[in-house]
């Protein structure tokens, strides 16, 4: 095999090469079909002439046996072509992504409020809502689950509890110089991505499928597909060419969808699309998962952890889904970037009466990490030391600890010398200084200011997902098509990928067209999701390169009579030597030449291993860093609060575009606020979502975004062999919005001069600002002017 | 009939099914799939779409932006409809198209042709906009991805550089055709969307179809349609009724027909009471402001709609007609249950007049929600006192999202004539009795405790920023 030159970290670091697109602020692949309304979603494309439309009957109570199922008036509607229940499924009707327990729709037992029921094929989407409103469910009273400690109390899980550290911990707690314990709601939070749930199957030959959907995991889409339809995979294909956002939400959940379209075509020969009107994709789709967590530490004066005891109970709705991964993130991520000492971890899959909640963006890791910077405040309160102080003392460290609760070494920690660089960039301390000097003279708005950092573990800890596939194809006009296992939800997957294999053959990215992701292109794919969809599909999408680069280097090689040593592609020329050939001429030789133009290519991710057993392993392939500093105002006549300044210091390794990095940081941090903030999940008492639309469930809008917000990439490549030396950034930054969280603690502590530690659950609504505002005035006995 | 230009394209629709939308009428009828659904209520603005119509003088157009999930064809009459497919030359993008490109503004890509419709309305309405104007511009319009700033900057950037686009050099032809559709006689009346001009044909159009709701902005019933999925058989527009969309001010007041939208309402509203900008520039959102109308907000009569309280407290009188006679009745006698007017059956409202300002009267409409942009209030708080040497001379209040109806204080009232403004006693007094005095309802909003407390809250608040030569900041944010 003849030797490429191979790209290395340092001084001929790739993203350094002047005509390299590496490195460079490239547009978003789709930008100007995006602004130009050219951009096509599942719901813009061309319609079959035959085409129905669906619409879903759904339970009206959380719990209890069903014992009719009146569809009369609903088959008689108008424009009705056919009506299905979970008895017209021909093949499984189980179609749980991991685990079982999720029917495509409700079988004997309702398991939670608005679990579709049945569905109705119309002539029109119309037809198909109105008619759905019709039939008539009878169940039987049930008893649901709908707290917390009620699952507790019943012991009612989706998966085993799953432990990590020593019992031990729980001594070494009590023989530290301090203690604290500490309890945390964390609210859920919908997904709300603007495209809602759609799939449009269309029937082909025989019991052969085609698949539009907006899904991040078109594989499973097959697989359940063809399992619903009982038949076998190669049968089905799915295509997917974007998503109006995803977020996690589909993941796991756009496969139902896809499943009753595919069944409902089938039956009837059609084409069938079936769009999830925004109300219904709130109901019926899982969000993130609510969790009550819980702690006890101790550390000694200096407010060094010695050991902690820590209890994470996610409320995972009625079936497993994803859950047992997402608890488990959210136990890997108590630590953040802190050594806890001496710790146990314990997590719960709480079965509940409720949606199966599901992937979200930091998938566990959020709930986690939160509990950790919960516990640095209460630390700092209780010592009469600044947080930042506090968290800079338990940082990861040679001198302090390097070993996570679940036996990794963290190796390098980023994290002291970022958040050194942002207290300067920030000037933090002297802000902190203003900041209380302010609220000493202002009664009714008081500032806060908190700096939080974020390590977050890049990994599916799924073992066997972490793998990738590619395929790409060279046209006889030097022209390249790339096709990989990652699906674009607009994070700037295919944009980055067509860096890569520009990079990769020396050509422009005008000259890589990423196609739609498709099962028939590349099989047996993972999930977008665990923000690594560049880290595994660029690597496969490079190896695939290396495949045709050899190829073409071997043949240019033999044709000029020369050693292949040396062989490089740049500036669309493939130069050996003295030897120099333009790109689309050499394809052309290849091509004449009969050197096959096409190839796959294949990565899986090293290093990696959990045991369940001990707890113990590397689940993650490396670490993504990030250091945020927010500043609020709260009004605490009324709880409102405004978020003034956020500094942000974000680690991505040697970014490949960081125009597309920024981006992902930016709103990811805004989603983590709004999660934190406005964005409140009510749910009734008979365990109905009330905030089942935009009217009732707020999201960021364009006012929330702080005026200041000044974002820094902290350059430095990753010491693993990732992507270029790259580092994933989907999830990470989302985190970095907790220091929102700990500014709006800040501020309401400062009405008891930083003495206590409100307690704020989250979403920190207005109200509840009022509510810790109140009990800080109470226990101060101050009042406002 | 409903005539509008699709575009440059003269369209005569037969409206046979007055449920369609303007939305479901581009992507399904049009194939015209820029413009996307993000959730057919008018909250998250993936829908925007652009309105042209002659300027009151003629001989400009004026850009304003609606929901077109929740917009019906009636809206359209006489109007140019500009989509997102519409805005590039040829193959050039447009100013704010190719801004948005350069500055990363758009991700997933969903909600942008929505953003960019905002943004090349403001191109066409503000010269420099400022952060704030374009935070206003696209208050109506959700991202789940970018987080925002690119936007902002795209659309800062777009429309600090304004040049004249292919719509400023057509202005001349597309007012020519506008004419030229406005003069295709009177909108022929349809069956099942009625469009009177006059109060004659209001009067028979409603006696004719007694049951058929009217319609002005659409912002609430469109709900109905595409939230309930309620058909409804026949529905009358009030979109070209002329008389009901005058604005004057005399020695009476300030008179706003009811059929004025809300955004052009404010504006005036502003000219006379500067405080209002705050409730205003909170009210919904831009679009919805654009479409909804002050007569639909008084008609509808929820209790958590932002503008029955500012009626009120400012003692407005809402002058109702039947196409026979006027009568007037006063706003605190207009409100009689939940979602229950004073309006008898054939009766519209035709306009309402607002008391002009007073001397040393102190006016300030607080608005509290989860979120400040585009949210419907959890408690609305609406004080109107006037203070003379000192003294309280005059107090009238509103309020929404306390009871079953937008609601006044009159114990409050009470209590505080005639008492010291700057006395302590003014603001518990006022304190304690607002706490107290409604018995709202825990809801997905807040809760009753929370709409109580805030309540007594917001009195102390204007309380303190009514004090002579007051210091205090009492603001996370201002809205100048």
């Known amino acids: ?785 | 009939m409903v005539r509008f230009l699709l575009n440059n394209e003269p369209v005569e629709l037969q409206v046979n099914d007055p449920n369609m939308t303007v939305l479901r009428f581009l992507r399904e009828r049009q194939r015209k799939t820029g413009t996307k659904e993000g959730c057919a209520a008018g909250d998250c603005g993936a829908c925007t779409v652009v309105v042209a119509s002659p300027s009151d003088e003629g001989n400009s157009l004026s850009y304003t932006t609606i929901n077109s999930c929740i917009a019906l064809l009636s809206s359209l009459q006489g109007k140019q409809l500009i989509t997102v497919e519409d805005l590039a030359d040829k193959q050039a993008l447009h100013p704010v198209q190719a801004s948005m490109v350069e500055h990363h503004g758009s991700q997933c890509g969903f909600c942008t042709p929505g953003f960019v419709m905002s943004a090349f309305a403001l191109y066409h309405t503000a010269s420099n906009p400022q952060r704030e104007d374009v935070v206003d511009a696209l208050s109506g319009n959700l991202c789940r991805c970018t987080g925002y700033r690119p936007i902002i900057d795209a659309t800062l950037s777009a429309c600090a550089d304004k040049t004249d686009d292919k719509f400023d050099a057509q202005q001349s032809q597309t007012l020519e055709k506008l004419a030229t559709l406005a003069q295709q006689s009177t909108p022929a009346v349809n069956a099942k969307l009625l469009m009177p001009a006059t109060r004659v044909a209001l009067k028979a159009a409603i006696a004719a179809n007694p049951d058929a709701p009217l319609v002005a902005g659409s912002t609430d019933l469109a709900l109905e349609i595409t939230q309930k999925n309620i058909q409804f058989e026949c529905l009358i527009s009030l979109s070209q009724m002329a008389a009901l969309k005058t604005i004057s001010s005399d020695d009476q007041g300030i008179h706003i027909g009811a059929a004025v939208p809300l955004s052009q309402a404010m504006e005036t509203l502003i000219q006379f009471y500067p405080s209002l900008k705050e409730l205003f520039t909170r009210f919904a959102s831009l679009p919805v402001r654009n479409q909804a109308t002050l007569g639909g907000n008084v008609a509808n009569a929820s209790p958590i709609g932002d503008t029955p309280p500012l009626l009120l407290a400012l003692n407005a009188q809402i002058i109702v007609d039947d196409g026979n006679a006027e009568r007037m009745i006063a706003a605190k006698d207009f409100f009689l249950g939940y979602r229950k007017t004073a309006l008898k059956a054939g009766e519209w409202i035709n306009r309402i007049t607002f008391p002009l300002p007073v001397a040393n009267q102190h006016l300030a409409a607080y608005k509290i929600s989860k979120r400040m942009e585009d949210d419907i209030s959890a408690v609305l708080a609406v004080f109107n006192v006037v203070i003379e040497d000192g003294v309280v001379s005059k107090v009238s209040t509103g309020f929404g999202g306390v009871a079953a109806t937008p609601i006044h204080c009159a114990p409050l009232e009470q209590a505080l004539i005639n008492q010291n403004w700057q006395d302590a006693a003014c603001k518990t007094t006022g304190k304690q009795i607002l706490t107290d005095a409604f018995s709202p309802i825990d809801d997905v909003r807040a809760t009753a405790a929370y709409r109580k407390q805030v309540l007594g809250n917001l009195w102390h608040r204007f309380w303190l920023e009514n004090q002579a030569n007051n210091a205090i900041e009492t603001r996370v944010v201002t809205h100048a």
């Open chain 1, 1 to 785: 095999m003849r030797k490429l030159v191979q790209t290395l970290p340092g001084i001929d670091h790739p993203t350094r090469q002047q005509n390299s697109p590496l490195g460079k602020d490239k547009s978003h692949e789709s930008a100007v079909r995006q602004v130009s309304g050219q951009a096509r979603y599942v719901d813009d494309m061309p319609e079959p002439a035959n085409i129905g439309y669906v619409a879903l009957g759904t339970s009206e109570c959380a719990a209890g046996k069903i014992e009719s199922i009146d569809l009369d008036a609903v088959r008689n509607s108008d424009g009705v072509i056919d009506v299905i229940t979970i008895h017209d499924i021909p093949g499984h009707t189980d179609i749980a992504p991991v685990f079982d327990g999720d029917p495509v729709l409700a079988e004997n037992d309702i398991l939670f409020y608005g679990q579709p029921v049945y569905a109705v094929l119309a002539n029109t989407t119309e037809q198909a809502r109105s008619a759905a409103a019709k039939g008539v469910i009878t169940v039987s009273d049930g008893s649901p689950t709908l707290t917390v400690d009620d699952a507790l109390a019943k012991q009612s899980f989706v998966r085993p509890t799953h432990v990590i550290g020593n019992e031990s911990a729980i001594e070494t707690v009590s023989g530290a110089a301090h203690q604290l314990s500490g309890s945390l709601f964390v609210g859920g939070q919908e997904h709300m991505y603007l495209e809602g749930q759609v799939s449009m199957a269309i029937p082909e030959e025989e019991d052969r499928m085609m698949i539009y959907t907006s899904s991040q995991h078109p594989s499973e889409v097959q697989k359940l597909v063809a399992e619903v339809l009982g038949t076998k995979l190669h049968r089905v294909t799915v295509d997917m060419r974007r998503m109006g956002g995803g977020f996690g939400g589909k993941e796991s959940q756009a496969a139902q969808w896809a499943c009753i379209a595919a069944v409902l075509a089938q039956r009837n020969g059609l084409a069938v699309k079936c769009r999830l009107p925004r109300s219904l994709d709130m109901s019926v789709t899982g969000k993130r998962h609510p969790f009550e967590n819980s702690w006890r530490i101790g550390f000694d004066e200096n407010g060094m952890i010695q050991g902690a005891d820590i209890t994470v109970n996610g409320n995972c709705g009625y079936s497993a889904d994803l859950s047992d991964a997402i608890v488990d993130r959210a136990m890997f991520h108590v630590d953040n970037g802190y050594f806890l000492g001496d710790s146990h971890v314990v997590g719960h899959r709480l079965k509940t009466s409720y949606v199966s909640h599901t992937a979200y963006r930091g998938f566990g890791g959020p709930q986690g990490m939160i509990v950790a910077e919960a516990m640095m405040d209460g630390i700092a309160r209780k010592l009469g030391e600044d947080p930042l102080t506090i968290r800079k003392r338990n940082l990861y460290g040679e001198t302090t600890g390097n070993t996570t609760p679940y036996g990794m070494d963290v190796g390098f920690n980023l994290l002291p010398d970022m958040i050194s660089k942002l207290e300067a960039s920030a000037d933090f301390w002297q802000r902190r200084e203003t900041i209380t000097a302010f609220n000493k003279s202002s009664p009714i708005i008081k500032k806060g200011l908190a700096m939080t950092p974020v390590k977050f573990g890049i990994s599916f800890t799924a073992k066997h997902l972490n793998q990738a596939g590619a395929l790409i194809h060279i046209y006889t006009d030097g022209s390249i098509q790339v096709n990989h296992g990652g699906t674009e939800m607009g994070q700037g997957l295919h944009t980055k990928i067509a860096q890569i294999a520009a990079h990769e053959f020396g050509v422009d990215t005008a000259d890589i067209e990423v196609t739609s992701t498709r099962t028939d292109k590349v099989p047996n794919t993972s999930p977008t999701a665990a923000s690594s969809g560049t880290d595994l599909n660029g690597k496969a999408v490079q190896n695939a390169c290396i495949t045709l680069k050899e190829r073409l280097i071997e043949f240019w090689a033999a044709e000029c009579g020369v050693s292949s040593d040396g062989a490089k592609f740049e500036n669309y020329q493939l130069t050996i030597g003295e030897h120099t050939i333009d790109f689309p001429a050499l394809i052309q030789a290849a091509y004449l030449g009969r050197i096959s133009l096409s190839s796959t290519g294949y990565y899986r991710t090293p290093k990696i291993y959990y045991d369940r057993e001990t707890g113990t392993g590397r689940p993650f392939f490396y670490f993504a860093y990030g250091v945020a500093a927010s500043e609020v105002s709260i009004d605490t006549l009324t709880g409102e609060y405004k978020v003034e300044k956020v500094d942000i210091l974000h680690d991505v390794g040697a970014s490949l575009n960081p125009a597309i990095d920024v981006g992902q940081i930016e709103g990811g941090f805004i989603q983590g606020m709004g999660w934190l903030t406005s964005e409140e999940l009510k749910w009734d008492d008979h365990g109905r979502l009330t905030s089942n639309n935009m009217a009732t469930y707020k999201i960021p809008a364009i006012g929330d975004t702080p005026a200041e917000m000044n974002v820094s990439l902290y350059r430095r490549p990753n010491d693993e062999d990732s992507i270029y030396h790259s580092k994933a950034v989907g999830e990470p930054p989302f985190m970095l919005a907790i220091s929102v969280w700990c500014a709006l603690k800040d501020a309401i502590a400062s009405l008891d001069d930083y003495q206590t530690d409100p307690y704020l659950p989250t979403p920190a609504t207005p109200e509840k600002v009022l509510d810790a505002v109140m009990a800080m005035q109470a226990k101060s006995g101050s009042n406002a002017a």
